[in-house]
């Protein structure tokens, strides 16, 4: 007990022979969510990355649920920490229907009980069961990414990597899945740490916030700040008032 | 300029795509009647409103179809013109800017060149003018060093820096009309900001009528006069942007709600009953 | 319910229903291109003439009759007979069985091969992907036919070697193909995905890499089997393939090539079936790739 959820210490990483992030410090407590936010190029998805194990190049400390990361993926890690991607349409193989998707996690880690298990998720991402067997250019781009939510839902992590969830659907499509994702959370006590340029999404989903720029945390805050938009930093300043803070 | 004549006048514009199944129609019967001013299309994708930016200029490729009982341009007919004086129009006084820079520019040309071949394609100037005309309309999109940047390739510039770059090569042949689709979707919201002041700034200079094309609801509030909004290639409803958040519709009032807020307190977003107006 | 709706159906209810839903719309497809149908008859003929070939030939292919030597194409024998009296048309029916037998072979040997090689490289990337294309450039940079004519004359004439030759030359073509087409997607999000889920790398190259190689794959050997035939009957002309008195069609033209002035119909017959089944399967080719092309996958 008392372990922090997502640990990050000194974190630097690299791609080849640049240095995309550095000297990240963090911690997300389990069953917070917890938000990166930043523009393009600032390094927020290179850190969620390196969490997962698909950025191998860094140095430095990440723990999640208090065991150290290696800097690959491995099928223990796979069951405590999933991710979701921010494309719909890239994130599912073209050529497997939804149900094949959903069964691989299982097949790999040799888990019984699949139809079950697979009913049981599709209908906790709100997915009618009728799609169960289309492919994904059967479905839209909603609908995907509820599949993609599901597919990392099925070996029950506790921790759960967002990156950009959303951005790539419509605005009416983008508050289902952020209801959905708040409801999962609060029904599987899961933790989330989302990657995100939307501030407004910040204030729905998140407790707390960290702000990067060109490669480093310049703020952490608490999302409740983004209702009287309080910021000690410059950036979070101008991202904050960039972000249409007046609007409506 | 008199207010009476419009500049843009579109009746009941239909475009359809053929499918196995039969034609499918993307635009139903779209009236529209546009002066010097800014109007904004909203909706979501699939709602129909790129087919209507595209189907204006008659950009719409096969196998796709368009019809329209009238669509008159400044007082001329486009559907009767030869392929060749549209491509004539384009450009020359219908613009538009896409979404994506990157595919927009050519990229083993400089920029000065490709700015300079837009003008060059509509006005006979000597060299030294198009030249001058260039860095001119460089400066005017806020590019700090235009001669240096003339000489750059596409991939040499950010993304904010390439959709600035693609207003000058619209703007360049001062058009009557600018039709900006999405024009900022794939910016930082820093940048947005910016290229949609300046895309602001200049057609109210010149005096240009805009239809910007965008998913967002209150981004197209900030920049027009009237709002369009459209859901299943029909519009829902038309209204003066200032008046936006008193939208009767049940869809528009939908999209609004289904916005995450700044100051967000709700527990839960509510969600578009799609039911409601026998929508898809 | 019939079969056809629940081919279309919307909501499959099993896999076998969605995958055999996929198919029949690409067969349909397949059917709407005039030229792939044309190909698909002519290569099931030619599978049909090879089943058959007992029943459809009127005589042995073998059989001499040196009464009936270089008789010109009459209603008896269709297409003639050769310089032994052995009746052309059965020949060249019996013939479908070589090339059929070369062409499968072919396929099933250097396919697989150039797929899991290609696949591989381009998965891995880095030093696996760098001495496995060098290897394939070695291969690809040499002529096909010499390869396969250098192979022959080590291992001895005769099919079988001619089958190894052609599809040790084939497969480096293979390779840079799926090389390439696993590069599109190996930094995409699904494989990514799936890595996260911890399946292990071989899992993903068999499970994940190689069912997106293979539609492009299936076009590019359909449309190589032309090359393949043709390869096959140089090898068969020079002596090197098949020997006599098998029917080979590119023996057969051989063997002709003596009487070409005189009795055109020996070398000629046999000719016209090897143009007619490579552009059978050229034709097929282009119609598989519009429909299995990626680019159009998508729609439907």
């Known amino acids: 007990m008392g372990n922090p959820a997502i640990l990050l210490k000194d974190l630097d990483i690299s791609y080849g022979s640049t240095k995309v992030v550095r000297d990240v410090n963090l911690s997300v407590a389990e069953g917070e969510s917890f938000a990166l936010v930043g523009e393009s190029g600032s390094g927020k998805s290179t850190v969620l990355k390196a969490i997962a194990g698909l950025a191998p190049d860094w140095t430095g400390q990440i723990s999640v649920l208090g065991q150290p990361r290696g800097h690959g993926p491995d099928s223990g890690f796979a069951k405590t920490c999933q991710m979701v991607f921010q494309d719909p349409y890239g994130s599912l193989h073209p050529r497997k229907v939804v149900d094949a998707v959903l069964r691989e996690p299982l097949k790999v880690h040799g888990l019984g009980n699949r139809d079950a298990r697979i009913a049981e998720v599709l209908n906790a991402v709100g997915l009618d069961q009728r ?118 | 300029m008199t207010a009476t004549k419009p500049l843009l006048d579109v009746e009941n514009l239909r475009v359809s795509f053929p499918t196995p199944t039969g034609p499918v129609e993307v635009v139903k019967g779209l009236n529209l009647s546009l002066g010097r001013e800014r109007l904004g299309i909203v909706g979501e994708s699939g709602s129909g409103k790129s087919m209507t930016g595209r189907a204006i200029l008659r950009l719409i490729r096969k196998p796709g179809k368009m019809t329209a009982d009238r669509l008159a341009f400044d007082g001329v007919e486009l559907q009767g013109l030869s392929e060749r004086k549209m491509r004539d129009l384009r450009g020359a006084r219908i613009s538009m800017i896409m979404q994506d820079p990157k595919f927009s520019l050519n990229p083993v040309m400089t920029i000065g060149y490709q700015i300079a071949e837009a003008l060059k394609a509509h006005e006979n100037l000597s060299r030294r003018d198009v030249q001058a005309r260039v860095i001119e309309m460089l400066q005017a999109v806020r590019i700090n060093d235009p001669e240096q940047v003339a000489q750059m390739y596409p991939h040499q510039v950010s993304g904010g820096m390439g959709q600035r770059i693609m207003i000058a090569m619209m703007l360049i042949p001062r058009p009557d009309l600018l039709i900006a689709d999405e024009p900022t979707s794939a910016l930082d ?66 999209l609004l709600a289904a916005v995450p807020q700044m100051k967000e307190t709700r527990e839960v977003l509510p969600v578009l009953d799609r039911s409601q107006w026998g929508g898809t | 319910m019939t079969t056809i709706d ?52 009127p005589e042995s292919p073998l059989g001499q009759n040196l009464e009936a030597r ?47 090689i290609g696949a591989v490289s381009g998965y891995f990337g880095g030093w696996t992907d760098k001495v496995l294309m060098g290897l394939t450039d070695v291969f690809l940079s040499m002529p096909k036919l010499i390869l396969a004519l250098a192979f022959v004359a080590a291992l001895g004439p005769g099919i079988e070697n001619a089958i190894i030759a052609i599809a040790i030359t084939a497969w480096p073509a293979y390779a840079r193909i799926a090389r390439a087409e696993t590069l599109t997607f190996r930094n995409s999000e699904f494989i990514a995905a799936t890595r996260l889920l911890g399946a292990s790398h071989s899992r993903i190259i068999v499970q994940h890499v190689l069912p ?16 393949i035939i043709l390869t096959a009957a140089g090898l068969g002309f020079l002596g090197l393939g098949a020997q006599p008195p098998l ?29 007619l089944v490579s552009l059978g399967f050229c034709f097929l080719g282009d119609g598989l790739r519009d429909v299995l092309d990626p680019k159009q996958g998508g729609k439907s």
């Open chain 3, 212 to 227: 997106l190689c293979t539609s492009s794959m299936i076009i590019r050997v359909t449309l190589d089997m032309a090359g």
């Open chain 2, 189 to 254: 919201v820093s940048v947005q900001g910016q290229v949609l002041d300046l895309i602001d700034e200049l057609v109210r200079e010149k005096g240009m009528g805009l239809i910007l094309i965008s998913h967002d609801l209150n981004l197209v509030a900030r920049y027009c006069d009237r709002i369009m909004v459209m859901h299943a290639g029909q519009v829902v409803e038309t209204c003066a942007a200032k008046d936006l958040h008193k939208a009767q519709h049940p869809y528009t009032r939908g």
């Open chain 3, 247 to 275: 029917p080979e069609w590119g023996a057969m033209i051989s063997r002709g090539r003596t009487f070409i002035l005189d009795q055109w119909w020996v070398a000629t017959m046999p000719g016209f079936a090897i143009i």
């Open chain 1, 131 to 248: 799609f169960r067997f289309r492919f994904p250019h059967q479905l839209s781009g909603g609908q995907r990414q509820r599949v993609a939510i599901a597919r990392a839902l099925m070996l029950e992590p506790k921790v759960m990597l967002l990156d950009e969830p959303t951005s790539a659907l419509d605005v009416s499509v983008q508050a289902e899945i952020l209801n959905l994702l708040k409801r999962l959370r609060a029904e599987q006590g899961l933790t989330y740490l989302m990657v995100t340029h939307n501030l407004p999404v910040v204030s729905f989903m998140c407790d707390r916030m960290a702000v990067m720029n060109k490669g480093e945390i310049v703020e952490i805050a608490d999302a409740k700040q983004l209702h009287s938009g309080d910021f000690s930093h410059d950036y979070t300043r101008e991202l904050y008032a960039a972000s249409g803070a007046e609007a409506v």
């Open chain 3, 70 to 116: 270089l008789l010109p194409p009459s209603a008896e024998h269709w297409m003639g007979t050769d310089e032994l009296g052995r009746d052309i048309f059965s020949r060249v029916v019996y013939g479908a069985r070589i090339t059929l037998v070369i062409v499968a072979l072919v396929a099933l040997i250097s396919a697989p091969l150039g797929l899991i």
């Open chain 3, 6 to 57: 629940w081919l279309l159906a919307d909501s499959p209810t099993s896999r076998l229903q969605a995958n055999a839903g996929r198919a029949y719309r690409m067969l349909r497809a397949l059917m709407r291109n005039p030229l792939a149908v044309i190909g698909g008859i002519i290569i099931l003929t030619l599978i049909f003439a090879a089943a058959f070939a007992p029943w459809i030939a």
